[in-house]
């Protein structure tokens, strides 16, 4: 009788046991559920908000000052007569600043002649967006979640530029003959610039890279990175902002946006 009784209590034991392990794997199944549900949501909201900081830089360009529409035309007009190869204006964009673009806080990248990258301080290091947060000025979230920065560059005149289709290039309101009659000539036909905007968001508090790695893909590396004819590129040089950014898993998102420079304005093409 005494063994038949210390048998169930045995079975009564294990049968517990048993019932605790299962509650205990049924719990952290569902808490690793809810993790996986958690990042989940918090990655697209993450993708939202860089989405709408890099969308919003492209729509203040549409606004632009006469500063900033003087300084692209002057430096990026200037530079296709110089050695230097397709660089670009860089500057932060600072949502609580009161001016979109202030003409002594730009950069200018370039790829000069023989070089084996591209240049970033010939023009001084003001422009560049920096990871610090003792500097709450260049973030454009309240909670200093989000960097995003402009860069500008000449990618051709309305006959050269790659991107081509019907119309490509004209002034809006504008035909082929009032063209030919603003360029002097009925032979002459005006071809505007066109200027690609690029607006790169990025969370830096998303990633474990170091502020020193990620300030240096934003302040050594172009977004479309042109190396002359003369020069021997490294594979470093050649990468863009978006790719040395996605080595270090920082989490960005890279829009752009072609316009025409008409000689004191710009349309969107």
Same mark, same amino acid.
Request: net charge positive.
């Given at each position: 009788?005494?063994n038949?009784?210390s048998?169930?209590?045995?079975a009564?034991l294990?049968? %517990?046991l048993?019932?605790l392990?299962?509650t205990?794997?049924?719990?952290?199944?569902?808490v690793r559920q809810?993790?996986t549900?958690l990042?989940?949501?918090? $990655?697209a909201?993450?993708?939202?908000?860089?989405?709408?900081?890099?969308d919003?830089?492209?729509?203040k360009?549409?606004?632009?000052?006469?500063?900033?529409?003087?300084?692209?035309?002057?430096n990026?007009?200037?530079?296709m007569?110089?050695m230097?190869?397709s660089p670009e204006?860089? &500057?932060?964009y600072?949502?609580?600043?009161a001016? &979109? &673009? $202030?003409?002594?806080q730009?950069?200018?990248?370039?790829w000069?002649?023989?070089a084996s990258?591209p240049?970033?301080?010939?023009?001084?290091t003001?422009?560049?967006?920096? %990871?610090?947060?003792?500097?709450?000025?260049f973030?454009?979230?309240?909670r200093?979640?989000i960097?995003?920065?402009?860069?500008?560059?000449n990618?051709?005149?309305?006959?050269t530029?790659?991107?081509?289709?019907?119309?490509?290039g004209?002034?809006?309101?504008?035909?082929?003959q009032s063209?030919?009659a603003?360029?002097?000539?009925?032979?002459?036909?005006?071809?505007n610039q066109?200027?690609r905007v690029?607006?790169?968001?990025?969370m830096?508090?998303m990633?474990?890279?170091?502020?020193?790695?990620?300030?240096a893909?934003?302040?050594?590396?172009? $977004?479309?990175p %042109?190396a002359? %004819?003369?020069?021997?590129p490294?594979?470093?040089?050649?990468?863009?902002?978006s790719?040395?950014l996605?080595?270090?898993?920082?989490?960005?998102?890279?829009?752009?946006?072609d316009?025409?420079l008409?000689?004191?304005?710009y349309q969107?093409?």
């Amino acid at each position: 009788m005494k063994n038949s009784l210390s048998t169930q209590k045995g079975a009564t034991l294990v049968i %517990v046991l048993c019932v605790l392990v299962l509650t205990a794997m049924i719990g952290a199944m569902i808490v690793r559920q809810s993790m996986t549900s958690l990042n989940i949501a918090t $990655n697209a909201q993450a993708r939202q908000l860089l989405f709408q900081s890099s969308d919003a830089a492209l729509m203040k360009v549409q606004n632009a000052s006469q500063a900033l529409i003087l300084t692209i035309s002057g430096n990026l007009g200037r530079s296709m007569n110089s050695m230097s190869k397709s660089p670009e204006i860089v &500057f932060c964009y600072q949502k609580n600043s009161a001016d &979109f &673009f $202030n003409v002594t806080q730009y950069s200018m990248i370039e790829w000069q002649d023989g070089a084996s990258a591209p240049n970033g301080t010939l023009s001084g290091t003001l422009g560049y967006c920096q %990871v610090s947060k003792g500097n709450r000025t260049f973030f454009t979230s309240g909670r200093n979640a989000i960097l995003t920065q402009v860069s500008i560059q000449n990618i051709g005149t309305s006959t050269t530029s790659s991107e081509s289709g019907a119309f490509t290039g004209y002034t809006v309101g504008t035909d082929a003959q009032s063209l030919n009659a603003t360029a002097g000539s009925a032979s002459n036909t005006q071809n505007n610039q066109v200027i690609r905007v690029y607006a790169v968001s990025l969370m830096p508090s998303m990633s474990t890279a170091s502020a020193t790695d990620i300030n240096a893909c934003l302040n050594s590396h172009m $977004n479309n990175p %042109v190396a002359p %004819v003369t020069s021997t590129p490294t594979a470093t040089g050649l990468k863009s902002i978006s790719a040395c950014l996605q080595e270090l898993g920082v989490p960005f998102s890279t829009q752009y946006s072609d316009y025409n420079l008409i000689q004191t304005d710009y349309q969107r093409v």
